[in-house]
């Protein structure tokens, strides 16, 4: 793999700025669009068909899934917040924490599990 | 895709695609794994051989690209069956009162969409491996995608036992 000389500069690329960026944004708009109903689609995969946003399951016609509408909203919203951040100066660029990449997936744990307390039942 | 199943049976076709799935699953899993090692307990020059030694002499940034290739794969495949998932499987999950089989389950499709999105930075931190103040983010982002290889491929692995694709 090409690697870059060694430094101390804590200082980030426009790309690594995006990258960093859009992997916070999606993780975090990933779990509002899963909490709050967002999905850019939704697919109803007895039927094959897909509407917009946020659909019910239609009555005969099977589940409804909202997965692949959240990932396509946060991509969406992530890709947009993320190349807004390649565009900061360099100088702010560099004071973005770079710990935040792991931190918030770590600190986004608890509200996915809470988000999932209806499955967590003794019966 | 339908002249296929002139050749197998529409059961085959998914049960080919889960096991892609799973190799692929494999294949991320021991890779993460030697990264995760050499990173969190490099190896000491004292050290003589033996296995654990060997485990994480490995070249780390190596392992970066082939990474994300096996996640995105892996991820693709489990996206395109996770449509039979919530018919064939999860449906008859629920009949049966396996609840917190299934909220596991939901927490790996969480915690994968979310490990894609990380990979792009992983990527980079791995690329500028040369660079000394990347490398706790680049540590600590690398132990928190394994573990969350980990913790998917071990719900996938339980809700397979459970319920597989019920050929």
Same mark, same amino acid.
């Given at each position: $793999?090409k690697?870059t000389?060694?430094?101390t500069t804590?200082?980030?690329s426009?790309?690594?700025?995006?990258t960093?960026?859009?992997g916070?944004?999606?993780?975090?708009?990933?779990?509002?669009?899963? $909490?709050?109903a967002?999905p850019?689609?939704?697919y109803?995969?007895?039927?094959?068909?897909i509407?917009?946003?946020y659909?019910?399951?239609?009555?005969?016609e099977?589940?409804a $899934?909202y997965?692949?509408?959240?990932?396509?909203?946060?991509s969406?919203g992530?890709?947009?917040?993320?190349?807004l951040?390649a565009?900061?100066?360099?100088k702010?660029?560099?004071k973005i924490?770079?710990a935040l990449?792991?931190?918030?997936?770590?600190?986004l744990?608890?509200v996915?599990?809470?988000?999932?307390?209806f499955?967590w039942?003794?019966? | 895709?339908? @002249?296929?199943?002139?050749?197998?049976?529409?059961?085959?076709f998914?049960?080919i695609? @889960?096991?892609?799935?799973?190799l692929?699953?494999?294949?991320?899993?021991g890779?993460?794994?030697?990264?995760?090692?050499a990173?969190?307990t490099?190896?000491?020059? &004292?050290?003589?051989g033996?296995?654990?030694?060997? @485990?994480r002499?490995v070249?780390?940034?190596?392992y970066t690209?082939?990474?994300?290739?096996?996640?995105?794969l892996?991820?693709?495949?489990?996206?395109w069956?996770y449509?039979?998932?919530r018919?064939?499987?999860?449906?008859?999950?629920?009949?049966e009162?396996f609840?917190?089989?299934?909220g596991?389950f &939901?927490?790996k &499709?969480?915690?994968?969409?979310?490990g894609?999105?990380l990979?792009p930075f992983?990527?980079y931190?791995w690329?500028?491996?040369g660079?000394?103040?990347?490398?706790?983010?680049?540590k600590?982002?690398?132990?928190?995608?394994?573990?969350i290889c980990?913790?998917? @491929?071990l719900?996938?692995?339980i809700?397979?036992?459970v319920?597989g694709?019920g050929?």
């Amino acid at each position: $793999m090409k690697t870059t000389t060694d430094t101390t500069t804590p200082s980030l690329s426009s790309w690594g700025a995006f990258t960093l960026v859009f992997g916070i944004c999606f993780a975090v708009l990933y779990v509002v669009c899963d $909490m709050a109903a967002l999905p850019l689609f939704t697919y109803h995969p007895g039927t094959d068909r897909i509407d917009l946003g946020y659909a019910p399951a239609r009555p005969d016609e099977g589940p409804a $899934m909202y997965w692949y509408g959240w990932l396509a909203s946060a991509s969406l919203g992530s890709a947009i917040l993320s190349g807004l951040a390649a565009l900061l100066p360099d100088k702010i660029r560099g004071k973005i924490p770079l710990a935040l990449a792991w931190v918030v997936p770590v600190v986004l744990l608890p509200v996915l599990i809470y988000s999932l307390k209806f499955y967590w039942r003794w019966e | 895709m339908d @002249f296929l199943f002139d050749y197998i049976s529409v059961n085959t076709f998914w049960t080919i695609l @889960f096991i892609v799935h799973a190799l692929l699953a494999v294949a991320l899993l021991g890779a993460l794994t030697h990264q995760a090692a050499a990173v969190l307990t490099p190896p000491r020059t &004292e050290d003589t051989g033996g296995f654990v030694r060997r @485990f994480r002499s490995v070249s780390a940034p190596s392992y970066t690209a082939v990474v994300c290739l096996l996640w995105v794969l892996a991820f693709i495949f489990g996206g395109w069956i996770y449509a039979k998932y919530r018919i064939y499987v999860r449906i008859p999950i629920e009949q049966e009162g396996f609840y917190k089989t299934l909220g596991a389950f &939901e927490l790996k &499709e969480h915690l994968s969409s979310i490990g894609l999105g990380l990979l792009p930075f992983y990527w980079y931190l791995w690329k500028n491996v040369g660079n000394t103040t990347y490398a706790s983010a680049r540590k600590w982002l690398t132990l928190v995608l394994a573990a969350i290889c980990w913790y998917s @491929f071990l719900s996938g692995h339980i809700v397979n036992n459970v319920r597989g694709f019920g050929l």
